[in-house]
């Protein structure tokens, strides 16, 4: 079990992120692919909050992935073009989540949200742990 951190805590928001990242991965015959990438989707979510709090700015508590990013960037934070990619895992967040979305989701929609989130979560993970070295 991860250890647990305050809520204040950016740690405490990568576990959070970890853990959406591995219902993510729980993949099997009985679970929406949607489902999946909305918990991907989470993931990049919270990872890109705990850097808010990494720097001690308040976040909107949005699912806007492009919306956060570009707080972040008003931060002074440099986002890779390959980050601003997980702008797309934003549709999972309240979209897919109901019956009745137009689009099948496919298995490539979902590696794609996996890979998208997990590039996410370790581009924190870095800006995280570089700020905590100082």
Same mark, same amino acid.
């Given at each position: 079990?991860?250890?647990?951190?305050?809520?204040?805590?950016?740690?405490?928001?990568?576990?959070?992120?970890?853990?959406?990242?591995?219902?993510?991965?729980?993949?099997?015959?009985?679970?929406?692919?949607?489902?999946?990438?909305?918990?991907?989707?989470?993931?990049?979510?919270?990872?890109?909050?705990?850097?808010?709090?990494?720097?001690?700015?308040?976040?909107?508590?949005?699912?806007?992935? &492009?919306? /956060?990013?570009?707080?972040?960037?008003? @931060?002074?934070?440099?986002?890779? *073009?390959? !980050?601003?990619?997980?702008? =797309? $895992?934003?549709?999972?967040?309240?979209?897919?989540?109901?019956?009745?979305?137009?689009?099948?989701?496919?298995?490539? &929609?979902? /590696?794609?949200?996996?890979?998208?989130? @997990?590039?996410?979560?370790?581009? *924190?993970? !870095?800006?995280?742990?570089? =700020? $905590?070295?100082?």
């Amino acid at each position: 079990m991860r250890t647990r951190w305050s809520p204040d805590n950016p740690l405490e928001w990568l576990n959070r992120a970890r853990s959406s990242m591995n219902l993510a991965y729980s993949q099997n015959d009985e679970v929406y692919l949607e489902d999946l990438c909305y918990q991907a989707q989470q993931a990049a979510e919270k990872a890109i909050k705990a850097i808010f709090i990494s720097l001690k700015v308040s976040f909107p508590y949005s699912h806007d992935i &492009h919306h /956060l990013l570009t707080l972040l960037e008003d @931060e002074g934070i440099d986002i890779p *073009a390959s !980050i601003k990619e997980a702008e =797309r $895992l934003s549709i999972y967040a309240v979209q897919t989540r109901y019956p009745g979305f137009p689009i099948i989701i496919e298995e490539k &929609h979902y /590696l794609e949200a996996v890979e998208l989130a @997990e590039m996410v979560i370790e581009w *924190a993970e !870095i800006i995280i742990r570089n =700020r $905590l070295d100082k």
